[in-house]
C-alpha cells in the first residue's frame, strides 16, 4: 500500500465545503440540552418536534447540532455543505451511480435539500448546498461584525463544530467512500501490524481533519465515537476540564495532546451518553495539496499518546448505541 | 458595490494551494539573519549567492523565507503554491493572455520551475507547483512524525508563513488582479466615504486572508508593508512582546487585536527596516464558501482596533522601500 | 532619598495578612451589581441596608466587595485583615497614639469589629481579624475541597481581590503611614525629577503590591484609583476584553503589560463610574525580605507601559467621586 | 487530630522567608547541566570544585540550584533563607536546644554563613540571612529594572525555584520539625484510614507551599522525591512538554492538574536520575493567616488527580538516591 496514492489526486473535484452539522441522539432531551447550554456554552437557535438545534458563537449556519430525542444516543446523520450548487449536483450523481444513494429530502430548518446516502458502514451521510446563514437576534448581536454571534462567557463557550469520529466495522470501506464518492483526502492513518486499517483521518478543508473513524472492536457497524467543538487555546480546554469537573460531567480521558493530528483534547460523556470532545485544531493546517499521509504503525501507537498517556480502554469499545 | 460579487464565484477555479514563500530585501544581511533565527527562532535551510533560505518548525516546504542582501529593505517577490500541474497550467495561461506575466523561471533553491508576473501596482507575484520538501537532519528530527521539524524553543519559535501585506498605491486594481487572476477571494475590506478602497483581505485557503494590503498614503507604487508568521496562542504572542523588548527589537504597536479579521497582533521591526508580524490566526477560519464579504466603513475604523487601541500612525505611511 | 530605607526594617512587626475587602460606592447599584455579577462573575453573597456583598470564587472570606449606594462613586473604605488577634491589638495602640484613629466599629455581615483610621490624605482604612469564612450553599460547593467556591464560568470569573489604588493629593504622607502605622513594605515607586514622588506600590504579603497609590494631578484629597480583581492567565485577561467589548462596557486602556510591577492590566469602568482593574499578578512574587525599592524616574515613565503602550491622561486625572 | 491546631499558632514567629536554594546530586554532571541550561532554560551563575550553580531568570539571588557531581542522584541539603539575622539567630538557637543542629558553615559562593540541621528523617537543612543577590552580567541585563535577568527564550525558561518535594520514612516527625523547629504552616496533608500521614504540604510564605513530603512506601530514610520550578502559565507547562518530547527528556506524568493544591504539574527525569518538575503555582495564594489545613483522606485520593488521571506507581517508589 503506497500511503501517497491514498489522497486525493490533485485535481479530484473539491466538492464538499465543510462538516456541516451533526444530528446526535438522546434519550434525555432534556439533561443533553442543558449541558449543551449550560455546560458547553451553546446556544439554541430552534425547535422543531422531537430536536432543539444547538450552535457554537462562531458557527455561521442557522445550526450545526441537531439534538433529536430518541430511545438510544446515538449519531442519527452527518452532514457536509458542499462548495456550490454545481459541487452538490456533481456528488449527488456520482453517490446515485454507486448505489450508496437514499434520495432527496426537503431541507430542514437550517437548511435547503439535501442527498443523503448510506455509508458502506451504514452511516448516513447527508449533504446540501443551499443554508440559512445565522441572524443573530439583538440581543445577541457581536460588538464586531465579522463575527456570527456575540461571545457569550458562559461554560465552555464553545466556538463551531470542529470534526466527526465514527466507529466502523472495517475502516478501508468508508474510507474509500469518502474519498471517491466524497472527494475527501487522507491525512494521518493507522494501520496495524495484519495490514489491516485501525483508524483514518480525512479532510475537505485545511484543517487537517473533518472527519475520522477508528475500528470498533466489537464488531458492530454504523456507530457513532464522538463530535467535536473547537475551542480557540489549550488553555481554555484546560479551563474546560475545570468547569466539567464543577459540573459533575464524566470526564474519559484528558486534557493531553494526541500523537495522530497532534490536537489537544478533551473527552467528556454528555447526559445522553454520547462522547463529546472539545480540542483546539487551529493552530496546525494542513496546506499541502499533495500532503503524503502519514501512516502510523501499531507499534509506534502503543508508545501512547504524544507525551505518554495511555489511551483509554473505554476510547476503542464505547460508542453509542451502547 | 456588491459586498457579494466581491467574492469568488462558487465555481471559481480554486487553482492556489496557498501562500508559499516570500522574498525580503536586507540592507542588513547579517543583522536580519540573527533576527529571524535568535528572535523569531527560525531555521537556516541553504543559503545561495546575496541570499538566505529560512522556515519556522511547522513549514512543510523548504524555506518560507528568503532573505536577500539589497541596498534597500522591501519585497523582491512573493510566491503561491498551486494545487497541482494542471493548475499551475491554467493560471500561466490566465496570466500571459492578460499581459501582466513576466514569464518562465528554472526554479530557485526550494522549489522547481515558477512563472512570474506584475501585479497592477508593481509588486511581483510568482506561481509554482513542484517543491521540494523539507527533509530535517538528524539534529532537528522531531519527535512525531506528521511534523516537519523539532520545534525549536528558542527566541519565539514562530510556526509558519501565514501572511502578506502590501501597500499598493490603488486598492481595487490589485483585488481585481487576486480574484480575477489569480483566483482568490475577498473575505474583509475597508471602502472609504468616497468610495476608495482603503484595504482588502483576501484568501486562497480556509485562513480568513493570505494576502492583504492597504492604501499608501504616500501615493507610491509596489511597496512592502509586512511579512506575518504565525505563532499559536495569544500567551505566545504576549511572550514574544517580552522577547522583543529584551532583545531591543522595536515594538511598533501591539500585542492587540484588530477589528479587521480579529487577528491578535504585534507588530516588529527587523534591522533590516522592514515590518514583520507574529499573530495566531487559526483559531478562526473561513469555511463558507459563498461568504458575504464584511465591508468596513470609514467611521467604523476609527474607532481604532478591536479593544480600542487606535491604528498607529506610522501603520498607514511607513513602508520599504523607505 | 535611599530607596532602602523605605523597606520595612526586617524586624518590623508584620501585622498585616492581606487587603480583605473594599467597600465602594455607587449612584446605580443595580446596574453596578449586573456588572460584577454577570460581567465580572462574582457571587452575591449577602445584602445589608443600602449594601451588597460580592466575592470572587476563591475569595476566602464571606466576601470582598461591599458595593453600596450613594449619590457619588468612589471608595468609602479599605480594610486589611491582621494576621492574628496580637497584631489588631499591636496596630490598633500604634493607630490610637498617632491620632489617626477613627475608633472601634461593631463590625459587619462579613467580619468581627474593626478598627478604623484617617488615612493623611482621608483615605478610611479598616483592620480587623475575626472573619466570617465563607460557605458555600450546595448549588456553589466545589468539586475539590480545598477551594471556597465552584468556578463560576460566567463572564470573566473573576478569582479575588488582589489590590486597591488610591488617588492621593501628595504621595508621600501615606506611603510613611502605610509603613510606620500599618507596617507595610514598599516595593516600587516613581519619583519625579523634583523629587516629589508620583507614586507607590506597598505590600503586606509576598504579592508584590497590595496597594498602590499616585499623585491626583487635580489636587483633590481622598480619592479612589481603582480596584482590581485577580484572574489566573492573561490568555483569560485577553478573553476579558473580549467579553467586556461584547457588553458594551467601556474600556479605558489594555490589555497591556505595566513596567512598573510588570502586571497584566485591563482597565474598566463599572456602570457606577468606577474604575475597575483584571490583572494577572501571581506569577511574580516578593519574596526577597529585604528587597530594595525600584525607583522609577520620571524619563523612565515617560517610555510608556512595558511593551511601549502610551499611558492614557485619564489615568492620572479620573478619579472617583469625578 | 483537629486539622486547625495543625497551623502555626497565629504568633508562631514567622522566621523564615522562603525556600532558597537545593544542592541536587548527580552522576552524570555535564548532562544534568545541559539539560538545566538547555532544557529547563537556566543561567550558570558560578562554579566551584564538583558543584556548578544555576539560575531561573527571575531568582533574586545568585543562584538557587547547585548541582553538585556525586556517585549517586539525589539531595545534598536544602536551604532556606530567614527573614533577618535576628530571625536566623531565633531559629539557630531553637535548632541548637532541639539536638537537631549540626552546626554553621562559612557559607558558599551565593551565601553568607549558614546553620545546617538534620530533619528527623535525615535531611539535611539549611538557615541562612546572609546573601548574594544576583548581578547580572551586561550580556544578560534585563529591559525591565524590576527583574534579576533578561528573559531567556530558551527552553522551558523556567521563571524561579518554587518548592521541594522529599521522601520520608515517616511523614510526621518532619511535620513536627517544620513547624516547630523552622516555623512552617501546614496547609494540605493526606492521612490514611489508619491514622497514618501519607503526606503533608507546608509553607513559610503565601505560596501554598514551600515544601511538601510524602511516606517513602519503600521505608528507606532521608530521600528526594522531586524539585520544582515554576513557569508562568499552564500554556507555557503544556509548551514544556513538548519540549521534553523534542529533547528525549522521559515524561514520568502530566501535563496534568492535581488534586492536592491544584498545581498544574509536569514531571521530568534529569539526566543523572533525579526527578524534576515544572508547575504554575501563582494564580493560587495562601492569604489566609488562621487556614485550617485541608486533610484528604485514603478515599479521596484514589479518585487520582483533580481531573482524574490516575497516579502513577512510580511516584510512590521512586526516589533518590534509587
Chains 1, 2, 3, 4 share one sequence.
Not at 479530484?12 to 432531551?29: S, Y
Request: hydrophobic share 35%; net charge negative; aromatic share 10%.
Amino acid at each position: 500500500m503506497s500511503g501517497h496514492s491514498m489522497s486525493g489526486s490533485p485535481e479530484t473535484p473539491r466538492d464538499l465545503a465543510h462538516l456541516g452539522h451533526v444530528e446526535m441522539l438522546t434519550p434525555r432531551i432534556e439533561a443533553s440540552l442543558a449541558f449543551f447550554t449550560d455546560v458547553f456554552g451553546m446556544t439554541e437557535a430552534g425547535r422543531e418536534g422531537q430536536s432543539v438545534y444547538l450552535r457554537g458563537w462562531d458557527d455561521y449556519e442557522f445550526a450545526s447540532l441537531k439534538l433529536t430525542e430518541a430511545p438510544l444516543p446515538g449519531l442519527a446523520h452527518v452532514a457536509f455543505r458542499t462548495w456550490s450548487r454545481e459541487a452538490l449536483a456533481r456528488r449527488v450523481a456520482v453517490l446515485e451511480a454507486s448505489g450508496h444513494g437514499i434520495g432527496w429530502t426537503d431541507g430542514d430548518m437550517g437548511h435547503g435539500p439535501s442527498y443523503r446516502a448510506h455509508g458502506p458502514d451504514g452511516h448516513v451521510f447527508e449533504i446540501y448546498f443551499e443554508t440559512r446563514k445565522y441572524q443573530a437576534p439583538d440581543a445577541l448581536k457581536p460588538a464586531l461584525k465579522n463575527q456570527a454571534q456575540r461571545f457569550p462567557a458562559r461554560g465552555m463557550s464553545v466556538r463551531r463544530l470542529d470534526h466527526l469520529n465514527l466507529l466502523c466495522s472495517e475502516v478501508e470501506p468508508t474510507r474509500d467512500f469518502l474519498r471517491d464518492q466524497l472527494g475527501m483526502r487522507l491525512t494521518e492513518a493507522i494501520v496495524l501490524d495484519s495490514g489491516i486499517w485501525g483508524g483514518a483521518w480525512m479532510t475537505a478543508t485545511n484543517k487537517t481533519y473533518d472527519i475520522a473513524f477508528t475500528r470498533d472492536h466489537s464488531g458492530r457497524r454504523g456507530r457513532f465515537h464522538h463530535v467535536t467543538y473547537a475551542i480557540d487555546s489549550r488553555e481554555e480546554i484546560l479551563r474546560a476540564a475545570d468547569i466539567a469537573l464543577e459540573a459533575g460531567v464524566p470526564i474519559e480521558t484528558g486534557p493531553h495532546k494526541h500523537a495522530v493530528q497532534q490536537t489537544f483534547f478533551l473527552y467528556l460523556e454528555e447526559p445522553g451518553g454520547n462522547r463529546v470532545e472539545v480540542a483546539n485544531t487551529g493552530a496546525r493546517l494542513m496546506l499541502d495539496p499533495d500532503w503524503e499521509p502519514v501512516i502510523w504503525t501499531e507499534t509506534e501507537r502503543k508508545k501512547g499518546q504524544a507525551w505518554g498517556l495511555k489511551t483509554v480502554e473505554s476510547f476503542h469499545t464505547r460508542g453509542t448505541p451502547p
